[in-house]
């Protein structure tokens, strides 16, 4: 009786035991889910306040675009730049797109050695920047005929696998100059190419707007006689062609062939607006016409700010 009733016990204790291990198991898992749906949720939480933060810094972008379109704002203005909060803001910045070179206005045998001059800036040889230059005008023209020898037409593009290039007509976008003989040049000298050209514009760089090193570039001045033209155009606009390329040391011979590619006033409004909402930025840069009074818009995309949080 004594034997039987400890076998008894042990077989209930043992029972005991498996259902003991089967509630923390239990627990273990139930456990393993809460704090997997607590981390779910939070995730969850953290991407809808990045995305609402987002979505107010394009927002506040667009604010800084509305009030830059005023034909009454001028650069500088501090309507500009406003502080809706401690961490909402935006900063806005008018220019003209003939701030840059127009790219499809260059391709023409009397400014390709602006061009050629702009790659020889880059660390471009003066044989590569011709060849690559002239790449560029049969890209564009309308017959199959090599202008140098190390250009590139139809066949060459043939020989590489691409029967439909080139394209014989202007540039449509900058991103198409990727597919351009030779483009790879360029992208290794200025990976920051595209800041210096535009498609926009009518075809002139103007000497109000355009940066130091890009009327460096175009120009065959000094970039140290560059900065000190836009140093004192800060301060006040620059009033004449003259002014200019004396500032920029340039006379002459020089100097009167560059009078047609300069401007003191471009007629294509640019603006880039940045705004921020806490950790979330977002840059809008706008191209628009003013010359029949109301803004039209040629140009609306977003571009990356270093430092702007990204879902």
Known sequence: MLVRCRIQIRRKTAAAGSVL???????AVLSFLIVTAVSIAKQHGDMQMARQGVMRARQLAEMGVAVAAHPM??????????????????????????????????????RLPVLERVFVSWGISAADAQGIATTLMDWTDADDLK????????????????????????????????????????????????????????GQLDVNTASAEVLAAATGASLENA???VQKRNYQPLQSLEEALALLGLAGQQATELMPLLT?????????SIGTAGDARCGIAVVMHTDAGTPRIAEWREFPVEGARRL
């Open 21 to 27: 291990l089967a509630i923390l198991c239990l627990v």
């Open 264 to 272: 003191l006033h471009g007629p294509t409004r640019r603006v880039e």
């Open 73 to 110: 704002i001028k650069p500088g203005d501090p309507l500009l730049r406003r502080s809706l909060s401690g961490i909402e803001r935006f900063e806005a910045i008018v220019s003209t797109e003939e701030s840059r070179l127009n790219l499809n206005a260059l391709l023409t045998e009397e």
């Open 227 to 229: 900065r000190q033209l």
């Open 147 to 202: 202008r140098r020898p190390d250009s590139a037409e139809k066949m060459e593009y043939a020989r590489l696998g691409f029967s439909d290039r080139p394209l014989n007509r202007k540039l449509s976008k900058l991103d198409e100059l990727d597919l351009v003989a030779r483009a790879d040049e360029i992208q290794k000298a200025k990976p920051d190419w595209r800041s210096f050209f535009t498609l926009r514009g009518n």
